[in-house]
C-alpha cells in the first residue's frame, strides 16, 4: 500500500527536544523530495522543512531555522525531523508530505 | 520569498454552483509550479492540482485550475456536498521549498 506513517509526536515541555520519524511505503522513496507540514490547531497549512531525494538540498521555514533538522535515509525508506528548543508556538499537527502523497500526522504538544 | 495571498477567506455558496477561487503570488511562479489542495475535517490535505491546470489522479473534471504568472484560480464548475472543505493553493519548484497560501474556506450558504 501506498502510505506515509508519522510517528514520535508527543507532549514535551518548552525548551526540550522531540524527533519526528516518517515511514514511506508503496512507491520508490529515493526518487523524491520530502518535506514536513505542519497545521496548528484551527489554523492553515505551514511548510516547515523539505529535502530532496539524494539530501543534497535541504531548505527551512524562517520559523524552524536553526532549531529543526530534518533528514532522510533511503536504506530505510524513512524521513526525519529532529525538533530542538521547542516553543509553544511549535505545537501542531505534523505532516510527512510528498505532493500527492501526504500521511495523517503526528501531533506535538509544546506546553509545561 | 513568494508570499500567496488567497481570496476570499470565505465562500458561501449552494450545491450546484459554481466556486472560483484565487491565489496571488507576490512575484512570478515559474513553470506554473502551483498547486491547489483540498482539506477536509479531521483528514490530511489532498493534491487536486499541480502545474496549474492539471488534475491529480481521480480528481473529478468538475474541478479546474487556470492562470500563469502571479494570478491563479481554481474552479469547481457544479459543488457537490462532498466538495464544501478548504482549499490551499501551493507553490514549489526544483529546491525542496514550498509555500501555502493561507487557505479559502468553501462553506454552505
Known amino acids: 500500500e501506498v502510505q506515509l506513517v508519522e510517528s514520535g509526536g508527543g507532549l514535551v515541555q518548552p525548551g526540550r527536544s522531540l524527533r519526528l520519524s516518517c515511514a514511506a511505503s508503496g512507491f520508490t522513496f529515493d526518487d523524491y523530495a520530502m518535506h514536513w507540514v505542519r497545521q496548528a490547531p484551527g489554523k492553515g497549512l505551514e511548510w516547515v522543512s523539505g529535502?530532496?531525494?539524494?539530501?543534497?538540498?535541504?531548505g527551512y521555514a524562517d520559523s524552524v531555522k536553526g532549531r529543526f533538522t530534518i533528514s532522510r535515509d533511503n536504506a530505510k525508506n524513512s524521513l526525519y525531523l529532529q525538533m530542538n528548543s521547542l516553543r509553544a508556538e511549535d505545537t501542531a499537527l505534523y505532516y510527512c508530505?510528498?505532493?500527492?502523497?501526504w500521511g495523517q500526522g503526528t501531533l506535538v504538544t509544546v506546553s509545561s | 520569498e513568494i508570499v500567496l495571498t488567497q481570496s476570499p477567506g470565505t465562500l458561501s455558496l449552494s450545491p450546484g454552483e459554481r466556486a472560483t477561487l484565487s491565489c496571488r503570488a507576490s512575484q512570478s511562479v515559474s513553470s506554473s509550479y502551483l498547486a491547489w489542495y483540498q482539506q477536509k475535517p479531521g483528514q490530511a490535505p489532498r493534491l487536486l492540482i499541480y502545474g496549474a491546470s492539471s488534475r491529480a489522479t481521480g480528481i473529478p473534471d468538475r474541478f479546474s485550475g487556470s492562470g500563469s504568472g502571479t494570478d491563479f484560480t481554481l474552479t469547481i464548475s457544479r459543488l457537490e456536498p462532498e466538495d464544501f472543505a478548504v482549499y490551499y493553493c501551493?507553490?514549489?519548484?526544483?529546491?525542496?521549498?514550498?509555500?501555502f497560501g493561507q487557505g479559502t474556506k468553501v462553506e454552505i450558504k
Open positions: 501551493q507553490q514549489y519548484g526544483s529546491s525542496p521549498r514550498w509555500t
Open positions: 529535502i530532496s531525494w539524494n539530501s543534497g538540498s535541504i
Open positions: 508530505a510528498k505532493d500527492d502523497l
